[in-house]
């Protein structure tokens, strides 16, 4: 069953840095400003493989409207330090890309005209948590250690489970794979 991530009072329940990641996001209001576009904490956070100082807190929105989010996100967030808005195309889809810093903890806000959960952002998310509960407490203290040496998240995955290829497409093609099979049974 597909763990649901749309909601974070999980992060209540977790370890320090999700407890403090749970109490940023509630107190700067954050998710509520981006309720019109449904948003979904993403990244290793959610997955327990958030490295302190290096990894930033990921939430992926739906937009169909960017100048609407645009001024959303100016209205809420503009006096918080490091606050910045790129509008490129990722992969030729027009995205939304914001950042700022909430107490210690880097937010990343990433929009596309895409529903979240059709996102390559989600999809990640959901094949390495998928991977994590599979293969056990070793294999994701092995994801940390390369993730401390240097690795990004998903060339660590592929490294470990000797994907072939680009690790982010690797992980896409899993991640499919394994959203058929959910929907399926």
């Known amino acids: 069953m597909l763990p649901d991530f749309t909601n974070i009072n999980y992060l209540q329940h977790g370890n320090a840095l999700q407890q403090a990641a749970f109490y940023v996001l509630k107190q700067s209001k954050i998710l509520y400003h981006l309720e019109p576009f449904k948003p979904v904490l993403c990244g290793t956070l959610p ?3 958030f490295i302190e100082g290096s990894s930033d807190l ?3 929105c739906e937009v169909q409207d960017f100048d609407n989010l645009n001024e959303v996100l ?3 967030f503009k006096t918080f330090p490091g606050f910045s808005i790129t509008i490129k195309p990722v992969h030729s889809t027009p995205s939304l890309i914001c950042g700022f810093h909430v107490d210690n903890f880097l937010i ?11 996102q390559a952002a989600y999809k990640h998310m959901l094949i390495e948590h998928y991977l994590l509960n599979t ?5 994701r203290e092995k994801i940390v250690e390369l993730k401390k040496q240097g690795y990004k998240t998903e060339p660590a995955f592929a490294k470990l489970l000797n994907l072939k290829g680009e690790p982010y497409s690797a992980l896409l093609e899993l991640a499919n794979e394994y959203l ?5 049974g």
Do not use: S, T
Not at 108 to 118: D, G, K, R, S, T
Not at 135 to 139: D, K, S
């Open 47 to 49: 997955i327990n493989i």
């Open 58 to 60: 990921d939430i992926i």
């Open 74 to 76: 100016e209205a809420n």
């Open 108 to 118: 990343e806000v990433f929009a596309q005209p895409i529903p979240v959960n059709q």
């Open 135 to 139: 293969h056990g407490e070793q294999f």
């Open 180 to 184: 058929k099979q959910q929907l399926a």
